[in-house]
T-cell receptor, first 113, second 118 residues
Framework: KQEVTQIPAALSVPEGENLVLNCSFT??????LQWFRQDPGKGLTSLLL?????REQTSGRLNASLDKSSGRSTLYIAASQPGDSATYLC????????????FGQGTELSVKP | GAVVSQHPSWVICKSGTSVKIECRSL??????MFWYRQFPKQSLMLMAT?????????EQGVEKDKFLINHASLTLSTLTVTSAHPEDSSFYIC??????????????FGDGTRLSIL
């Protein structure tokens, strides 16, 4: 059974700092991995999608890496801003049939001005 | 870009009431949609897969008679929480792949429905 774990559960950093969020999964047989942002009481915003054949994806100040063989992904946020404060979720997609996702518990990020 | 709309965003009702939540894909067709539930400070847990024109597939431990799913068209899936009780209070959120069956597209999520049962 696929399990997804995110470390740390919560993180507080001063503005401007670079930071790394970690995601690990137990079964390397995934089709892709997706990072999401969730603001309190809101839905999910997709940040980055990495296919199983890819090593990383970049969007602006965000960079996500994937090491499928070791079951790890990282989300790197450069020059953090208070507006980055949110919960970050990673999710793995197991198959190409429909696309249900298995989510980690999330990392709650607080960026202090 | 593709958008998934979910309605209502917030429901408060008495115990024993049935509540219907709608999930619509606004500019694409979704033969498959997913319903998740999220308790406070926890992650999203898949409840069921909604399939257009056929029965939904429920995850282990989810009561199909309590959580009725209907996917009558290519743009609409509904989740009805029947005879809701306080333990059903949660954040319910739906999602749809941009093109069903293609793994290279991101999932799009609705804004969620916060259900509070008194």
């Amino acid at each position: 059974k696929q399990e997804v774990t995110q470390i740390p559960a919560a993180l507080s950093v001063p503005e401007g700092e670079n930071l790394v969020l970690n995601c690990s999964f137990t079964d390397s047989a995934i089709y892709n991995l997706q990072w999401f942002r969730q603001d309190p009481g809101k839905g999910l915003t997709s940040l980055l999608l990495i296919q199983s054949s890819q090593r990383e994806q970049t969007s602006g100040r965000l960079n996500a890496s994937l090491d499928k063989s070791s079951g790890r992904s990282t989300l790197y946020i450069a020059a953090s801003q208070p507006g980055d404060s949110a919960t970050y979720l990673c999710a793995v997609r197991l198959d190409n049939q429909g696309g249900k996702l298995i989510f980690g518990q999330g990392t709650e990020l607080s960026v202090k001005p | 870009g593709a958008v998934v709309s979910q309605h209502p965003s917030w429901v408060i009702c008495k115990s024993g009431t049935s509540v219907k939540i709608e999930c619509r894909s606004l500019d694409f067709q979704a033969t498959t949609m997913f319903w998740y539930r999220q308790f406070p400070k926890q992650s999203l847990m898949l409840m069921a897969t909604s399939n257009e024109g056929s029965k939904a597939t429920y995850e282990q431990g989810v009561e199909k008679d309590k959580f009725l799913i209907n996917h009558a068209s290519l743009t609409l899936s509904t989740l009805t929480v029947t005879s809701a009780h306080p333990e059903d209070s949660s954040f319910y959120i739906c999602s749809a792949p941009d093109r069903s069956g293609y793994s290279n597209q991101p999932q799009h999520f609705g804004d969620g429905t916060r259900l509070s049962i008194l």
